[in-house]
């Protein structure tokens, strides 16, 4: 047997369970065999493997709800799971049982242009809908770098937000009501078509609706989700600026800022970053610079006009000397975020993987805290290339490495602990948008006490009784050491549950 590959063990749940699953979705959509069961082993946190016992592809909301039912009545763990996109281990089967993918799950129930809203199941990608949403003039704000393969259901379970959330704000703001198949089977409608019926009590618990947005899936099974919508802006300008000094980058992104203007869009990307950029997709972007800057404006002729000559006088004022382009056609502009969007693949021509935090610090923060990446990473010797959305401070410090080298592994581990500490030490969190999953649970005890933790637990608790639903995730767990690593994959591997680094 290959102990790199626990998933060529053979299933461990009943065979009945199996065959009751086969007759609620159908046998083509219940995948047992080895090579089946690989292909879900992991998610975008390339640092952790974990094989669930069974995948179930449910294609309704009833189907999901029978599917929750079985696993309670032969007490088995279920894991819901997106386009595994996921960067923190969220859709990780950590106790095996039986992961339940959404990917069938892909209907537009209905789309009302008048009203902006559009009801999904929650298997939808999110450029999907963006293209449907196009031919009416309308969009789906949040846009992750994942948007080409990210699913709307994985979006809510991390509240994701993306490149124009300084403007559109994240998930939790576009969502106004979902269908939940809650851990105990039954399905639950929440909220509705306003932001007042979103927010309403249910059973008095109140915005349970909130609860469920970033929840990781912990608190149960969402299927189909309403989301409002909103009109594509009558102008839209993207400028591109470099700058030799990166506090001098960070300086401008404050300036911007604090001149009252709000970019849709204020992202910046290191100079490791751009030469991989340029070096995978040839965009041209200046080298000779420590940073760049991407700002996008959005909105009425007028108004984007006003605001640009705005932001040229501030980007003259602190840098002067630097290289700026404007790209107001859509395909200028739709190559700038392609190369942002694609920043993470042009690493992949340096090592095969990458270890991603999402740290948020303050703005004024910025400066100190990329400088302290950058020492962190050459004391480990690890390559990190920082691209981020740096209005909203939102880090993405990316470490590189190689899987098959154990010592690189070590050290890349290492690297991301000290990164976490010093975004917190700046006064920052642990997480903007990719949540804590089974990456960041150990960390939880920088940012909160036991207090917290424990009345958290309680909601969790509540909702989720057995604990089977998404097993594992967001809390430290106990059974691992009190030190602030990501021990639980040690703690989960001397429990049996094949997981590995």
């Not at 963006?130 to 979006?155: K, M, R, W």
């Not at 030799?244 to 300036?255: D, F, P």
């Not at 976490?420 to 030490?425: D, R």
């Not at 997480?431 to 909601?459: C, P, R, T, W, Y």
Request: charged share 15%; proline share 6%; net charge negative.
């Amino acid at each position: 047997m290959d102990d790199l590959h626990p998933s060529a063990k053979p299933t461990a749940v009943p065979s009945k369970l199996i065959a009751e699953l086969q007759q609620i979705v159908g046998s083509p959509y219940v995948l047992i065999t080895p090579a089946e069961r690989r292909v879900y082993e992991c998610d975008a946190c390339l640092l952790v493997q974990a094989p669930p016992d069974v995948i179930v592809l449910p294609n309704t909301t009833r189907q999901v709800a029978e599917v929750v039912a079985c696993c309670q009545a032969y007490k088995v763990p279920f894991t819901p799971r997106g386009g595994g996109t996921g960067t923190s281990g969220g859709a990780l089967a950590i106790e095996a049982g039986v992961l339940i993918s959404l990917n069938r799950m892909t209907r537009l129930i209905e789309l009302n242009v008048a009203q902006r809203w559009v009801r999904v199941e929650v298997g939808m990608v999110n450029a999907w809908l963006n293209e449907t949403l196009a031919e009416h003039g309308l969009f789906y704000a949040p846009d992750p770098s994942s948007q080409v393969a990210c699913t709307i259901g994985g979006n809510i379970a991390e509240n994701a937000g993306g490149i124009h959330c300084l403007k559109y704000g994240v998930t939790s703001d576009h969502v106004l009501g979902m269908t939940v198949v809650l851990p105990s089977g039954e399905i639950q409608t929440l909220g509705g078509l306003t932001r007042r019926a979103a927010h309403r009590t249910l059973e008095g618990h109140p915005n349970m609706l909130g609860l469920m947005i970033g929840s990781e899936g912990t608190l149960g099974v969402v299927t189909e989700v309403t989301l409002r919508l909103t009109p594509k802006p009558q102008a839209t300008r993207v400028w591109l600026t470099a700058f030799k000094k990166l506090e001098t980058a960070t300086k401008t992104v404050e300036a911007i800022l604090l001149a009252g203007l709000i970019p849709s869009a204020l992202e910046m990307m290191d100079a490791f970053t751009v030469r991989c950029v340029n070096e995978a997709f040839d965009v041209g972007f200046p080298e000779s610079c420590e940073a760049v800057l991407l700002i996008e404006l959005d909105g009425s002729l007028a108004w984007v006009e006003a605001q640009g000559r705005q932001l040229l006088a501030i980007l003259e004022q602190h840098n002067p000397d630097g290289f700026r382009q404007e790209a107001e056609a859509p395909e200028a502009r739709a190559q700038l975020w392609h190369a942002r969007k694609s920043a993470v693949a042009a690493y992949g021509r340096l090592q095969p993987a990458f270890y991603v935090h999402d740290c948020v610090v303050p703005r004024s923060q910025l400066t100190p805290v990329l400088q302290t990446i950058i020492a962190i990473g050459e004391r480990h010797r690890v390559p990190i290339g920082n691209v981020f959305h740096a209005g909203d401070g939102n880090l993405h410090p990316n470490i590189l490495f190689n899987p098959a080298d154990a010592d690189m592994v070590a050290r890349v581990l290492a690297a991301g602990d000290e990164i976490l500490a010093a975004c917190v030490a700046a006064g920052g969190t642990l997480s903007g948008e990719h949540g804590i999953g089974l990456e960041k649970n150990q960390h939880m005890g920088l940012v909160f006490n036991q207090a917290d933790l424990l009345a958290m637990q309680q909601v969790r608790t509540w909702y989720n009784p057995t604990g089977r639903c998404n097993p594992g995730k967001v809390f430290p767990s106990p059974k691992a050491c009190s030190g602030h690593g990501p021990r639980t994959l040690d703690a989960g591997r001397a429990q049996g549950t094949g997981l590995w680094i």
